[in-house]
């Protein structure tokens, strides 16, 4: 008795995503995310280049424009037929352009700001978790003693203090005092905000890092790298980074807000951004 064989047709196959492809596809279904993450491209952007944006420099001045108010036309000859979106400030300045180049401000703040903290923290944070238990409680104890004070009147004795060098004469000065000088002076003031923040704003950073350190330190794929002779710093660079530094990039970008508020608020009582450059704070100072 013969027997007849039918094909069998395959099974439709989808191609494999990777984790980070299926986020992004989890991410792009949320309309929240979608508006979210344009908002935030158009303010990189906006800093990036907000000289095509603004349709005066933020130092352009028009005395005879002073306290204009907003929708009002520039009187003087070389700004005829402008007009004040936003209104003029007391030097005669437009507001509108100068908001716009105070985005620049922020988002540097932003972004320099956080990664100052976020490298400062994760490895003061990785170095503690995975150190002996000596060594361990001998360095969150300094976190312990730094956090006992509140952050922002840190950042403000930090920033008194970087201001002061920049008021005294170069000679009085050392190589490395200079050259911190310099950097602050050719940015405007923002090189001292960044290095104020960042170096007071890295405990609540160093302190997860560590947890999760500790965490994963116990793990059975630790324990193996030890076994194979992986010494401490490819433990710490090849297995526990790779694992931590998820949590430690979420938690960053959510403290972001609170560097920007930190920023217009030293700018706002004159420690932050120096004039003639724009700040969010100062302008409202100036309001």
Avoid at 172 to 197: C, E, H, K, P, Y
Avoid at 248 to 273: D, K, R, W
Wanted: proline share 6%.
């Amino acid at each position: 008795m013969a027997t007849s064989t039918s094909a069998v047709s395959p099974l439709p196959t989808r191609a494999a995503r990777s984790l980070l492809q299926d986020v992004l596809a989890r991410l792009v279904r949320d309309p929240v995310v979608v508006i979210c993450a344009l908002y935030l491209a158009l303010l990189t952007v906006v800093a990036l280049a907000p000289s095509f944006f603004a349709p005066l420099s933020y130092e352009t001045t028009s005395f005879p424009d002073k306290l204009a108010p907003p929708g009002a036309y520039a009187t003087s000859e070389k700004l005829a037929g402008f007009r004040y979106l936003f209104g003029a400030d007391r030097l005669g300045r437009d507001i509108f352009s100068r908001l716009i180049y105070g985005t620049r401000v922020s988002m540097a703040v932003a972004f320099l700001g956080a990664g100052i903290s976020f490298l400062i923290g994760l490895t003061y944070g990785l170095v503690s978790g995975y150190s002996r238990p000596r060594i361990d409680n001998v360095m969150m104890r300094i976190v312990d003693i730094i956090y006992a004070y509140p952050t922002l009147i840190l950042i403000i004795l930090l920033q008194v203090f970087l201001t002061s060098l920049a008021q005294q004469p170069p000679e009085a000065l050392s190589a490395v005092q200079r050259l911190l000088v310099t950097l602050d002076v050719r940015s405007g003031g923002l090189f001292f905000v960044f290095v104020a923040i960042g170096a007071v704003s890295w405990l609540n950073m160093a302190r997860l890092t560590r947890g999760q350190t500790l965490h994963y330190r116990e793990q059975e794929f630790v324990q193996a790298a030890h076994l194979v002779g992986a010494n401490d710093r490819r433990i710490m660079g090849r297995h526990l980074l790779p694992n931590i530094i998820g949590t430690c990039i979420v938690a960053e970008t959510l403290a972001i807000p609170a560097y920007i508020y930190t920023e217009a608020f030293l700018s706002f009582i004159g420690l932050g951004v120096q004039p003639p450059l724009p700040s969010w704070g100062s302008m409202i100072a100036d309001g």
